[in-house]
C-alpha cells in the first residue's frame, strides 16, 4: 500500500496526473485493493452520451410562510429514492441514490427574497450499499444504516431547517424546511449532510443544485435560457458491471479512508458527454461536486473564458482566466465565448483529466447576450469592523507510519462543548491555520465571508511551541476570489484569515472541511450564533 505523503514524494507518479502547488496534491485515495479491479474509464468510447440536464423542481401547492403566514410560498416535495441510471451508453445502469429520481437531483429555480418550502422525504430502502464505518462518532452499529438529512450550502437559513447532521431521519419519516432566500443571487446546492455517512449519501448520489436570482442580475443581460447550462462535476470509481466502488482501508472494522478519488469522472451524471453548442456566449454554473478530489479546469484549445461568479454570486467585474480551480464545495460562474471556434471541437478538461466535449456548429448565431465590464459591487470588508479575532487551528491524527486517523478542528472533537459563539450583527476574524499537509476546503453554514489573506508560517515551530512565526508576507486573495464566498481553501502550513458577518440568524450550525471524509470523521464542529 502507498500513503498519500509517500505518494506525493515520488515525483514519477505525477506524470499520470499534472500536479502544481495550486492543484492540492489530491490525487489518489488510500485504501485496500478492491477484490474486482475497478474500470478503467479511458476503454470507453469518449463522447457518446449528450451532456444530461436535471429537471427544475416544480411546486405542489402553496402554504403559509413560517415568518409570514399571511404570505403564500411555493411548496414543494422531494423524495430521496433508490434509482438505476447508465452512467455512459456501454455501462449497465448503475444502483444510485437521488433527490427526485436523477443524479444530480433536481435544481431548484427561485428569486432573492421569494422564500419556499420543501418536504424532503426520505424513501431510500433500509439498508445501504456502500461500506459504513460504524467506528465513527454518529455512525455506530446502534443506529441505523440508512439515514438522510439535507443542508443547503450557501442558504442563509434558520438553524431548524439548516439540515444538523444529527437531525437525520430514517426511511418513511420526512422534514420540512424553510428557505427564505433574503440573500443575493447565487448558486448555492443541496446535499446530504447525515453525520458518520455523509460522504457515503453524497457518493450515492444525493446532491442537486439551487439557484437563487434577482432583477440587478437580469438587467446584466448575460446568456441565459439554453444558453445557461449547470456543469456538476464528480469523480467516482466504476466496477466493470457499472456499479459505484468506494475505496475502504485493510481493516474491515475501520474502513475509513483519508479521501477517495475516483477514476470515472462525471458531468452532470455522464462519463465524457459532450454538448453541442452555438458559437457565442455561454453561461456555465460549474460546481465541484466531488467527495475530495480538487479540479483545475481549461479548455483545449483555448477558448475565451470569463470568471464572472464564485460560490455567494458576483464578482465586482470579470476576470479573464486560462484555469478555474474549484476545492469541493466550492463554485464558479463562467461565460466561454465559442464565437471564433465555429466547427470546432473543444474539450474541458482539469490538467490532464478530460471531462467532456463540446461541439461548436459551423453555423452562424446571432448572440444578443453581453459580458457587461462592471457587474455587481463588492465591497471590501474593513479588518477594523470585526470585533473578535479567533485562531482555529486544523489538525490531523497519525499513527507510527503516518497513516491518518482523523482530523479535527481546533484539536476539538464533535461531541465538546460548543467554544464558538458569535453574536448575531457582529463580525469576527478567523484565523485557520492550517498544521496538516492538505489543503482543506472549510464551509461555515449560514453565513458568507471574504478572504482577507494567506501567509505561510514554521508549523514545526508552531506545534513544538506554539509560537506562530510567519515565514513569507501575507498575499491576498485571488482576483477570482474577491466575491462573497462561503468555502475557503486553507493551504498547507498556512494562515489563511476570513472575516465573517454573522448576519442572518441565532442558533446552532456547523463549520467544517469540505473533504467528505474528514468531515466523517471528526473535522466539523458545531458554533452557536447568539442572539444580538
Excluded at 455506530?140 to 439540515?163: A, F
Excluded at 426511511?171 to 443575493?184: A, H, K, L, M, V
Excluded at 457518493?203 to 432583477?215: P, Q
Aim: aromatic fraction near 8%; include cysteine; proline fraction near 10%.
Amino acid at each position: 500500500m502507498i500513503t498519500r505523503r509517500k505518494f506525493l514524494g515520488q515525483s514519477a507518479a505525477a506524470a499520470a496526473v499534472t500536479l502544481t502547488p495550486q492543484a492540492f496534491a489530491h490525487t489518489m485515495s488510500k485504501g485496500a485493493a478492491p477484490t474486482v479491479s475497478n474500470l478503467d474509464p479511458n476503454a470507453l468510447a469518449r463522447f457518446v452520451d449528450p451532456l444530461p440536464l436535471a429537471q427544475i423542481a416544480q411546486p405542489v401547492g402553496h402554504r403559509p410562510a413560517p415568518d409570514n403566514p399571511s404570505v403564500q410560498v411555493p411548496f414543494y416535495r422531494v423524495a430521496m429514492q433508490a434509482i438505476r441510471s447508465k452512467l455512459h451508453r456501454d455501462l449497465p445502469p448503475a444502483n444510485l441514490w437521488s433527490y427526485g429520481g436523477s443524479v444530480p437531483g433536481l435544481t431548484f429555480e427561485t428569486r432573492s427574497g421569494r422564500g419556499l418550502l420543501v418536504e424532503w422525504a426520505n424513501d431510500l430502502p433500509q439498508k445501504h450499499f456502500l461500506p459504513i464505518d460504524h467506528s465513527l462518532h454518529g455512525a455506530e452499529k446502534s443506529t441505523p444504516e440508512v439515514r438522510g438529512v439535507v443542508h443547503l450550502h450557501g442558504g442563509k437559513t434558520p438553524p431548524e431547517s439548516d439540515g444538523y447532521p444529527e437531525d437525520w431521519y430514517v426511511p418513511g419519516q420526512s422534514r420540512t424546511y424553510y428557505y427564505p432566500n433574503q440573500q443575493e443571487p447565487a448558486l448555492l446546492w443541496y446535499h446530504d449532510h447525515t453525520m458518520g455517512i455523509n460522504r457515503l449519501n453524497i457518493y450515492a448520489g444525493m446532491l442537486g443544485l439551487f439557484v437563487i436570482r434577482d432583477s440587478v442580475e437580469d438587467a446584466l443581460n448575460l446568456p441565459s435560457g439554453k444558453y445557461e447550462i449547470p456543469l456538476v462535476l464528480m469523480d467516482r470509481d466504476l466496477r466493470p458491471d457499472g456499479q459505484l466502488s468506494y475505496p475502504v482501508s485493510p481493516d474491515p472494522e475501520r474502513p475509513w479512508v483519508p479521501e477517495a478519488f475516483g477514476e470515472a469522472h462525471l458531468v452532470n451524471g455522464k462519463l465524457f458527454p459532450f454538448l453541442e453548442v452555438e458559437p457565442r456566449k455561454y453561461r456555465f454554473r460549474v460546481l465541484n461536486g466531488a467527495n475530495g478530489r480538487f479540479y483545475r479546469l481549461s479548455l483545449s484549445p483555448n477558448a475565451e473564458m470569463h470568471q464572472i461568479g464564485t460560490d455567494q454570486g458576483a464578482l465586482p467585474a470579470p476576470i479573464a482566466v486560462t484555469h478555474v480551480q474549484l476545492a469541493p464545495g466550492e463554485r464558479a460562474d463562467l461565460v466561454i465565448d465559442f464565437a471564433a471556434h465555429g466547427g470546432a471541437q473543444i474539450l474541458l478538461q482539469s490538467d490532464s483529466l478530460v471531462l467532456m466535449q463540446f461541439r461548436v456548429s459551423p453555423a452562424v448565431a446571432s448572440d444578443p447576450s453581453s459580458l457587461p465590464t462592471t457587474l455587481r459591487p463588492v465591497p471590501r470588508l474593513l479588518e477594523t469592523s470585526a470585533i473578535k479575532t479567533r485562531r482555529l487551528t486544523l489538525d490531523e491524527q497519525l499513527n507510527m507510519v503516518s497513516e491518518s486517523m482523523g482530523m479535527l478542528l481546533n484539536k476539538t472533537p464533535w461531541h465538546m462543548p460548543i467554544t464558538e459563539k458569535p453574536v448575531l450583527n457582529t463580525s469576527e476574524i478567523w484565523e485557520l491555520v492550517n498544521l496538516t499537509d492538505d489543503v482543506h476546503p472549510i464551509h461555515l453554514h449560514m453565513v458568507r465571508f471574504q478572504i482577507l489573506d494567506r501567509r505561510r508560517f514554521d508549523g514545526f515551530e508552531y506545534i513544538t511551541t506554539g509560537n506562530l512565526r510567519y515565514i513569507s508576507p501575507a498575499t491576498p486573495p485571488e482576483p477570482n476570489e474577491l466575491g462573497w464566498k462561503d468555502t475557503a481553501r486553507v493551504n498547507p502550513k498556512t494562515v489563511t484569515r476570513i472575516l465573517v458577518p454573522f448576519v442572518g440568524y441565532p442558533g446552532r450550525y456547523v463549520w467544517h472541511c469540505h473533504i467528505l471524509e474528514h468531515e466523517d470523521n471528526e473535522m466539523m464542529r458545531p458554533y452557536e450564533v447568539l442572539p444580538a
